[in-house]
């Protein structure tokens, strides 16, 4: 079976419709709730992050998948409203990966940008919204492009197959190490843990915590220890390389949103995105992130 786009949004929506509950008949809305996670997904692999102009491409180029989409389909809103529901679904599709079963896994974060001027910066501080993104989003630093960005950071821990086990988006200023630790005790898991990381996860007392929670923390030697650390080069260039595919293919950088509400639905889109494409790669026996034959 030839992978493309029409496959996966097909994969997307029927595992979606069964997991969803059937709700009340509503006639003013033409799409179901699991129209409007395809549409996201579709959104996010389609690397549209604008509404208006992914509708207008989504009526043209799948129409013949979503007979009831229109301009006024109310598309963008209820995918907001979604958010909780495509972060179950997260879950969900990650569980039909071979990745969810794996005990080792690879932990980083990412830099979620939501603003670049100053004079952006202090429009966002004077927001009415409940939900602003100045609410939350604050300047940090990026060791790995040597910049102070504001906004948040996404935290993530993924199988080596690409397969996302566990995430959060957090204030750029809140320690790494405590944020892993959050991870791992929510992290699914059949055995002890091997968390590979960058050197920011340095510390007798993390290492010690992590081990309680059954994790076995490795990283690269830092240059103020003595001795030799684990050669963990080549496993460590997977996690840059999942984090190239949602930031290059899902455009993770250009999100779009505006509001705390808006950037969980659409972080989420593109988390939901990746774990289908490594669910369905896996079945159709394909590389798990190759994710260019999906591409409209």
């Known amino acids: 079976m030839d992978a493309d786009l029409d496959l996966l ?31 996201a997904v579709a959104q996010s692999i389609m690397g549209i992050p604008s509404d208006h102009r992914f509708i207008k491409t989504a009526i043209t180029r799948l129409g013949h998948l979503f007979p009831g989409l229109t301009q006024r389909s109310g ?10 529901t495509i972060e179950a679904l997260v879950r969900s599709f990650a569980s039909l990966s ?36 100045a609410n939350a989003a604050d300047y940090g630093y990026c060791a790995s492009h040597s910049r102070y960005f504001y906004g948040l950071r996404l935290h993530t821990l993924c199988a080596p ?22 991870l791992l005790a929510r992290v699914n898991r059949t055995g002890p843990l091997t968390v590979i990381g960058d050197k920011g996860y340095a510390g007798q007392q993390f290492q010690a915590d992590a081990a309680a929670l059954g994790a076995t923390i490795l990283r690269p030697r830092r240059r103020d220890e003595p001795g030799r650390g684990p050669h963990l080069a080549p496993i460590r260039q997977r996690i840059e390389s999942i984090y190239w595919t949602a930031k290059d293919i ?22 939901l995105t990746l774990a289908a494409a490594v669910a369905l790669n896996h079945q159709l026996g394909r590389p798990s992130r190759s994710l260019v034959a999906y591409i409209a």
């Open 9 to 39: 949004l097909i994969y997307v929506f029927c595992i979606a419709d069964d997991l969803l509950p059937t709700k009340s008949i509503n006639h003013r809305r033409s799409l179901t709730d699991a129209e409007v996670v395809t549409l």
């Open 75 to 84: 598309f963008y809103r209820r995918r907001d409203r979604l958010a909780s």
């Open 98 to 133: 071979p990745g969810w079963e794996d005990n080792l896994l690879l932990v980083d974060s990412t830099p979620v940008e939501c603003a670049r001027s100053r004079e952006t910066v202090k429009r966002a501080g004077d927001s009415s919204l409940d939900d602003a993104l």
């Open 161 to 182: 197959d690409g397969t996302p086990r566990a995430m959060i988006l957090t204030s750029p200023k809140d320690n790494e190490r405590d944020i892993c630790l959050t």
């Open 250 to 271: 899902l455009t993770l950088e250009r999100h779009g949103a505006r509001t705390l509400h808006g950037l969980r639905a659409r972080i989420a889109s593109r988390l």
